[in-house]
C-alpha cells in the first residue's frame, strides 16, 4: 500500500468539515492510496481487500487491467460500506481528481450509513468478508481445491435466488435446523360463545362446533403435508435448510448468501446512491473547494462521470437530476393535490418560481434540501422513481423507450411516452432486473423432488440459462429439480433429473405442486 | 508486491485453457488466427464462461435511453446489436493467450511428444545482464537516480522536504540496487522449409488449408525450438523460392513437376544448412497431381539418397483440390514406406487438420 500523501490527508480533513457542515452525517472514513493494479485487484474483489478464492475474481480481474490498459475505462474511487468506511484512490489520478473522490466518497458514506435499506447490512464486513475467505480456504486445504471451487459455482448460480426484504420482516427462523422444545404456539381450537348452560345447546350447538374442529384439523393437515407452507423466495436459505449438503458446504452456501444481502441494497439503490454522492461532489466542489486553475480538470472529471451514451443510461446522471429536480420542486412548491390538479401547462412551468429564481442555489434549510434528505433516507430506486418521476422531467432530459426489432434486428427508437418510460424503468430495477423464482414444493409428487416457479410479470426467462442453472441447483438438492416457467404465454416445465434435461407442457396430466401463486 | 489476485487470475486462466482444450478440433480450424503469426499474444475469444443463473430472455430486450432521437433510429452501434439494457451481453470473453501456450496445449491435446532437438552444437550460453532493480544488493551496485527518486519522494510525501534549503537523506527503505538476469541462449537451430504445390489445381481453398496446416505446425515446432528459420518454396515444373507474403497468396497456373522443388530443397539444404548443426524440418503441400510417373518416382529417389539423410522430417500434405486427390502419395508409400523420417497425411477439408498435425508429429517418431 502507497501511504496517503499528507496534503491529501489534510484536503480530505478539509472536505469532511466542509460535508458536516453541510449536515452530511457519515461514519469515519479511511482513505487509502492505491496503484491501479491493486486497484483493480479490490476491483475485482467488489471493493474488499480480501475475499474467498474463485476463479471469477481472476476473471474480472482480467478484464479491468484489459480495460485500463487499452484506456477504455479507468475506475477513480471504490468505498465499502463499512463503519469505518474505506475508500481507494487511484495514485495517478490528479489533485482535483482526488479532490472530486474525496467529496464523492463522502456523498456515498452518508448514503450507506442513513438510507433504510442499508440499515441491516454487516457494518463490520470487511472483516466478515476475510473471515470468509478464511474458513473457505480452510475447507479447501481440507478438500481439495476443485471440489469446492465446485460448490462455489453451484452456489453463485443461484446468489440472486434471495429475498432481499426479508431482512426487515422476519419470516421465519434462519438456523440450519429448526429449533426443538421451543414453545409451540397455542392450538387453535374451535370457536365456543359464552352462554349460560341452558342456552348453550343452541348458542354453540355440537353439530357446529364438531363442523368447526374437523375443518380445522383439515387445515392444519394440508399445511402440515404443505412443504413450503408458503412459497419462498429464499431459495437460498430453504436449500440452507433442507438440502442434503455436507457441513462445509452448508457453510460455504452461508457465506455466499450472507454476501449476496449485503450486497443486494447496493444494487437496489445504484441510481439514488450514485446521484446522491455525485450531488454532493458537485455541490461541494463548485461551492468551496474547486480552484480557478482546476476549473477545466474538473468539468472533464464530472462531464465524464455523468455522460450517457446512446442505449444506456448513466445512473449518476438520472440519479443527480432527479434529485436536482425533487430539490427545485419542492423549493418551488410543486407538489401536493393543488399542483398536481392543475392541468394548465404554463402556470405549471410558472408555478413557484419567484420563490426560487432559476440559477441560484437554494441550499442548506430549504425546503428541497431538506425533502432530499428525506429521499436519501427512506427510498430505493424503485420508490424513488415510482414516486419522482414526472412527465416534465422525462421531456426535459430528453429520455425515450427503445427496444428490440425482430425484423431489422437493431434496438430501435420507439417513442417518448411518459408511462412507457416509467414503466420500463420500473421494470429494469424491480428485483435487480432478475426473475422472481420461488420454492413452490420441496417434496413434489411426494417424491423429495424440487419444484421452482417463475412469476411472471412481463417477460420470460432465458430458456439456455435456465436449463443450465437447474443443473446446478440439481447439484445441491441431489433429487430431481424442476422450474415452472411462462415461455410465449405457455406454462412449461423444465425438469433435470441428473441424467438428462426435459421440458413439458404443464396441464392436468402434471400433478400441480404443493402451493400455487 | 504479489497480488492476491494472482491465484485467481491463475484459477482463471487454466479455465480458459481447459476451454480451448475441450475445444480443440473447432480451434484449429479458426482463419481468424492467421495474419496475427508473429504476434506474441493472440486474443481468442471464449464464449460461455459464466456462472449460469435465472436470467430474463429475449422478449425483456428493451430500454430506455437519453438524448436526440427519432422514433425508428436504432440506438448504438452496429456493433453491438442485441441484447442491451437490461441484460449484461452474451458473456463472450476475449482471453489474451500467448502462442507459447497454444503450442503447448496442441501438444498435450494431441500428445505430441517433446521433440528431441539434433545436432552437436547444444551448447547453451550463459550471459548476465544488468537489467533488473531490486531492493538489496552491494553498495557498488547502487542505483543512485531511483534511490534519490525515492528518498524525494518520501520526503515530500511526509512533509520533510524543504525547498528552499533541499537536502535528502537516504534511508535504507529508499535504496535501490541494479540486478542482473541470467540470460540463456541454447544453440539449437532449426528451419523448417515449406513447399507447395502451386499449379492450377490448387485453389484458393486448398492454399487456406495448407496456411492453416502450416500455421500449426510452425507454432509447434517454434514452441521446441528457440532459433527457428522458415523458408518457402512454391513449385508448378519449376520451382522457385518466395518469401511468407507470397507463398500463401501467391497463383499460378500450369502443371506440376513436383522434383523441381525437391531438388531446390536440397540446393538449399546442401548450401545453408549443415545437418550437423540444423535440425531440419521439410514439409510439402500439394494436391497429389504430379506430371508423370517417371518424375513421381524421381522425387521418391531424390529423397531416398539425398534429402533424408540430412533431414529430422520430411511430411508430406496432399490436399484434397476440386479435380480430386492425386496419386503422389501413393507412389511415396510406396517406394518410401520403411522411411520412418517420411510421414504422410491427407487432409480434405478443415477439420482433418487436427488428425493431420497427429499424424505428422505422433508419439514414437
Known sequence: MIPLPVEIARQAERIADFARREELDFYPTVFEMMTSEQMSQVAAYGGFPQRYPHWRFGMEYERLRKQHTYGLGRIYEMVINNDPCYAYLLNDNMMVDHKTVIAHVYGHCDFFKNNRWFSATNRKMIDEMANHATRVRRYIERHGHDRVEAAIDTFLSMEHLIDPHSVFMRRQSEGRHKPTGAKQPERETAVRFPAKSYMDRYINPPQRIEDDRQALEDRETKAKTRFPARPQRDVLLFLLQHAPLEDWEADVLSIIREEAYYFAPQGQTKIMNEGWASYWHSTMMTNYILQADELIDYCEHHSGTLATSPGRLNPYKLGIELLRDIERRWNTGRYGPEYDACDDMSTRREWGKEKAPIGRVIGRGSPGREKIFQVRALYNDVTFLDEFLTPEFVEDQDLYHYRYDPSTGRMVVVNRDFYKIKQQLLFMLTNHAQPYIYVMDGNYRNRGELYLAHHHNGADVEIKYAVETLKQIYRAWKRPVHLNARIDDDPILFSFDGQKSSQQHVDESIDPPANQF | ?365
Open chain 2, 1 to 365: 508486491m504479489i497480488l492476491q489476485i494472482n491465484n485467481d487470475h491463475q484459477r482463471f486462466r487454466k479455465i480458459v485453457k481447459g476451454r480451448i482444450r475441450k475445444e480443440l478440433r473447432k480451434f484449429l480450424t479458426r482463419s481468424e488466427l492467421l495474419g496475427r503469426e508473429g504476434k506474441k499474444y493472440i486474443s481468442i475469444p471464449v464464449a460461455g464462461i459464466d456462472i449460469p443463473h435465472f436470467r430474463y430472455g429475449d422478449n425483456s430486450d428493451a430500454g430506455v435511453g437519453k438524448g436526440d432521437a427519432k422514433p425508428g433510429d436504432s440506438v448504438g452501434n452496429e456493433g453491438d446489436v442485441g441484447p442491451g439494457g437490461t441484460q449484461e451481453g452474451q458473456h463472450i470473453l476475449e482471453v489474451d493467450v500467448s502462442l507459447d501456450e497454444l503450442a503447448e496445449i496442441l501438444g498435450e491435446e494431441l500428445q505430441l511428444p517433446r521433440i528431441q532437438p539434433k545436432g552437436k552444437h547444444r551448447i547453451t550460453s550463459e550471459r548476465d545482464r544488468y537489467s533488473g532493480i531490486r531492493q538489496s544488493g552491494p553498495e557498488s551496485l547502487r542505483h543512485f537516480k531511483r534511490t534519490f527518486r525515492r528518498a524525494l519522494r518520501r520526503q515530500i510525501m511526509s512533509g520533510l522536504y524543504n525547498p528552499d534549503a533541499p537536502r535528502i537523506i537516504f534511508e535504507r527503505a529508499d535504496k535501490m540496487y541494479r540486478s542482473w538476469k541470467t540470460i540463456l541462449s541454447p544453440q539449437s537451430n532449426a528451419v523448417i522449409i515449406y513447399m507447395m504445390d502451386v499449379s492450377g489445381s490448387m485453389g484458393d481453398e486448398q492454399k487456406e488449408l495448407v496456411r492453416l496446416e502450416a500455421f500449426w505446425i510452425d507454432a509447434w515446432l517454434r514452441k521446441n525450438y528457440q532459433g527457428i528459420e522458415s523458408r518457402y518454396v512454391v513449385h508448378d515444373v519449376r520451382a522457385g523460392e518466395v518469401d511468407r507474403e507470397t507463398f500463401f497468396r501467391i497463383r499460378e497456373d500450369g502443371g506440376t513437376r513436383i522434383s523441381s522443388a525437391y531438388r531446390l530443397a536440397r540446393e538449399i539444404i546442401d548450401k545453408q544448412y549443415a545437418p550437423t548443426e540444423w535440425n531440419v524440418y521439410l514439409f510439402h503441400f500439394s494436391d497429389g497431381d504430379n506430371s508423370s510417373e517417371s518424375d513421381s518416382r524421381e522425387c521418391c529417389q531424390l529423397l531416398r539418397e539425398h534429402l533424408v539423410p540430412s533431414l529430422n522430417m520430411f511430411g508430406y500434405c496432399q490436399v484434397a483440390s476440386a479435380y480430386g486427390s492425386g496419386n503422389f502419395i501413393n507412389v511415396v508409400h510406396e517406394h518410401l514406406n520403411d522411411v520412418e523420417e517420411v510421414i504422410t497425411s491427407r487432409v480434405n477439408n478443415k477439420d482433418d487438420i487436427y488428425d493431420s498435425i497427429k499424424t505428422f508429429f505422433a508419439p514414437g517418431r
